[in-house]
């Protein structure tokens, strides 16, 4: 199975903005509109297209939000390709590619406290949940690099 990430571009930022998830997900993330646009604007932002093969089958963003800290703030596979093992192999390019940045020390990504899919998925790429407070609206997880 061959997953790639790739810069949004003219040629592929529609087929970005047509993915879906399913109805059970609709509230646990930002639409991928908004997620370009905030990529745009906010130069620590960096926004892909996932790939299987050439078909856009999902996105992500991180942003450096401090000089040894990156985060991922959003992270979606369509409704039609999740459970295929495509998310953790995106996930794992992403990875690569932040690790790549000088000085980056941990990872962190958020995620809905109902999302146990995301939960296992984070944790068999190494993530590491980290505790939280009653009325915190997500689930936070780490990586130590």
Request: glycine share 4%.
């Amino acid at each position: 199975m061959d997953v790639t990430i790739r810069a949004i571009t003219a040629d592929n930022y529609m087929h970005v903005s047509d993915l879906e998830l399913p109805n059970a997900q609709q509230n646990m993330l930002a639409h991928n509109d908004f997620s370009m646009l905030q990529s745009h604007y906010i130069d620590a932002c960096n926004a892909r297209a996932i790939y299987l093969y050439d078909e856009v089958v999902g996105f992500i963003m991180w942003v450096y939000s401090q000089k040894k800290l990156a985060s991922i703030w959003r992270f979606m596979i369509d409704h039609e390709h999740q459970k295929k093992g495509i998310g953790t192999k995106a996930l794992e390019c992403a990875l690569l590619e932040i690790k790549t940045m000088p000085g980056i020390e941990k990872i962190f990504i958020s995620y809905a406290p109902n999302n146990e899919v995301a939960r296992k998925m984070y944790a068999n790429v190494g993530f590491r949940e980290l505790e939280t407070e009653e009325g915190d609206e997500d689930n936070v997880a780490v990586m130590n690099l």
